[in-house]
């Protein structure tokens, strides 16, 4: 638009002559914004999504949080502060649970 306005003040141009050519209706831009507004607001739903869960519950189910975690990872390609600290509490707990599982596997000891 900004060039046309250019052309419309250059006294050498008839504004007769110019075509406006529009090339996405009004409907198809609304559209278009509407996507991007949905797919902008995904982190915002994720996070919220989040601290819904952990506000529900005292203590939330680690298989919800790991699935969250990547559903995170695959979907969503902008930094979301809360995803780390779910990814430093899902290592830690990974770890508590596979060494928690191993002292229950061993076989006691027949005396």
């Known amino acids: 638009m900004h060039h046309a306005l250019e052309l419309l003040d250059n006294p050498e141009v008839d504004p007769a002559s110019l075509v406006l050519h529009i090339r996405f209706s009004r409907d198809h831009l609304r559209q278009f914004t509407d996507d991007v507004k949905k797919r902008a607001n995904i982190p915002v739903e994720w996070s919220n999504r989040l601290k819904d869960l952990l506000s529900r519950h005292r203590r939330p189910p680690l298989q919800r949080l790991q699935a ?18 779910l990814a430093v509490f899902l290592d830690r707990a990974n770890q508590w649970v596979d060494r928690a599982a191993r002292v229950l596997a061993r076989k006691p000891k027949k005396r």
Request: charged content about 40%.
């Open 68 to 85: 969250m975690f990547v559903e995170k990872k695959e979907r969503i390609p902008v930094h979301i502060p809360e995803a780390d600290h």
